[in-house]
């Protein structure tokens, strides 16, 4: 059975919702989701980094806050370094998303953080690997597009000024679906 | 007087529309903007690379193509190697703007591939100083809103399937302007 | 039998000599190497792209001029934009390395101006998956250590000012095979 | 009087070191440095968000820990939110440092995470503007030479594993002086 670690900080539920988002396309695809959720940067990490290890793949995500990853992931991140010395999580496969309140705002930047984590620890890269959702008339967003912002390194979702009840929209809960299956394929063929 | 150049290439018009808006804002200012339009990689820069050197500050900009600026910008920084070596344009102010398809579409990778061209020339690089356009409300992406997809290095625009004439909207012109203006008073504060 | 495309530039030499480590490491792996080397921004890349297409993996090549990759490079990308719309080379296996003057000189940003053409296109990203070479003591550069400089988006080699037949030293083009080797041994198993 | 403020996180030491020698260099330019030492991620920033405020400019500084900035660094960055959302630092001028293991080791990455930062402000950010040290004959590294890994964003010292009183060598730590040189020397001709 193929097992997709997700490790996410969610700092008002937005990102929480589209983590689950993410399990739910793990198993969509026949694999088994672990979520795991990151609660602050002074957190003992040590059972989380256990499961990470245990897992045939990682998805990791975060908020992006002043155009980078939270300080909690990135706390988490530097929890892996005993991982890392040992080169323990090499040839896993890895995944990122990440969510904020505008359709850039360096949120390109916030998941090369998460790749640049992945490539340090020697894991295998799986982008989105969406086509461009909405592309002969993208001025008008259509929130139920997937990869309606036209993402490659990884999912982001966009959400409003409200609830995570109502936002991110759809499209954006879709393509997280579609990363947590992508990556689950990937993984279970790699690993077979 | 204050002097911007504005080096830049277009492959549909779009981008040129764009540089357009910048000179307009540089015009605004009160400065005096300088067009400069790359034809193709393979052309002759030498007047380019003089009428940069004469300027107090240079904005480039380029149509992303696969997720970086297109190679005819690549080959005008590479031809801008002579001077680097003797840093001809050290402590010039830059600044830089791209034009796409879609709200991300890694356009954050090639601002910052024109970043990195003027930090090797020790340049002084001015962002796009704009607030988020919109942040209410972002899935609508009002595209009359200054700066609505929320970029901070730079200026991205993002033009539908439709020609230069339609598209880009207003609220990407208007961004464009405005970053001409805010170049051309950084410069013309730094000259004094 | 597993293919590995190395579409590659080269300005003076140098980069060609660690395009060859490459294609040795992809043999030593018992795959078969399949060199592309680009002339020019201006050629025609047709035959390129379907040499690409039928492989099972590619590795891309370039020197960091100006800090990113050479022109040539970027219009070769440009050139596999009708690929990319069919998405022609989805779940393919790349890899990346450029060859600089210095250790640093903003080789990073050109390693992620390849990983994002890969992004683009729906690929896997398989990095150096390299130790840090002569951690105790860097500060002497151990010219025959593997990754002498701790890159690992990608492989990164760096010549001196003296022809190929020196430079790069021996760490860098063993850098070169290992990058080779294991990205044949990743894609003989994803292709299985 | 010019005032630079000089917000840092230094975990064993390396980066407090690297951080005076900045403070020097603002120091020989005839400006005031303003050294302020992040303990934790957890901390109150209130004072330090302030000290910023006041100053002329600002550098910032961290060690590379798994590929990025350390985790108390990007919480101090989360705490300026309420400062962004008011602009308050616009138009200040910024740069950035970092140290580590290695030569590379993701260390532009981290630059990026500063620069990123300073861009969300809307500040103008000022790179190293050093010529590249040592370049015919780079595989030798000479530990005394200026900016001898050829950086172009910002500063990047490396230190092997020994105690802050011997590494990082003696042209890291100048190139550190010359930083702060700068910085205070581009922030009194702005602030004029």
Do not use: C
């Not at 059972?47 to 990682?58: H, L, N, P, S």
């Not at 991140?77 to 998303?97: L, N, P, R, V, Y």
């Not at 936002?167 to 579609?178: F, L």
């Amino acid at each position: 059975m193929t097992t997709i670690a997700i490790v996410y900080h969610s700092g008002y539920g937005h990102t929480a919702v589209v983590a689950e988002a993410v399990a739910e396309g793990v198993t969509r695809a026949g694999a088994t989701p672990k979520l795991l959720k990151i609660e602050n940067a002074g957190q003992d990490f040590a059972a989380f980094i256990e499961e990470v290890t245990k897992a045939d793949a990682v998805i990791f995500g975060a908020p992006t806050y002043m155009g980078d990853i939270s300080a909690p992931l990135k706390a988490f991140f530097e929890a892996s370094a005993g991982t890392w010395m040992k080169q323990g999580w090499k040839d896993k496969i890895a995944a990122g998303f990440t969510n904020g309140l505008t359709f850039a705002g360096d949120k390109n930047h916030a998941l090369t953080s998460i790749f640049i984590l992945a490539m340090q620890h020697g894991m295998i890269w799986v982008g989105s690997g969406q086509a461009l959702g909405n592309v002969n008339g993208n001025t008008s967003a259509a929130p139920e597009a997937v990869n309606r912002m036209g993402y490659s390194i990884g999912v982001v979702t966009q959400s409003d000024n409200a609830g995570p009840d109502v936002t991110p929209p759809s499209g954006d809960r879709e393509s997280a679906r579609q990363l947590g299956e992508r990556v689950a394929k990937v993984a279970a063929k790699f690993a077979a």
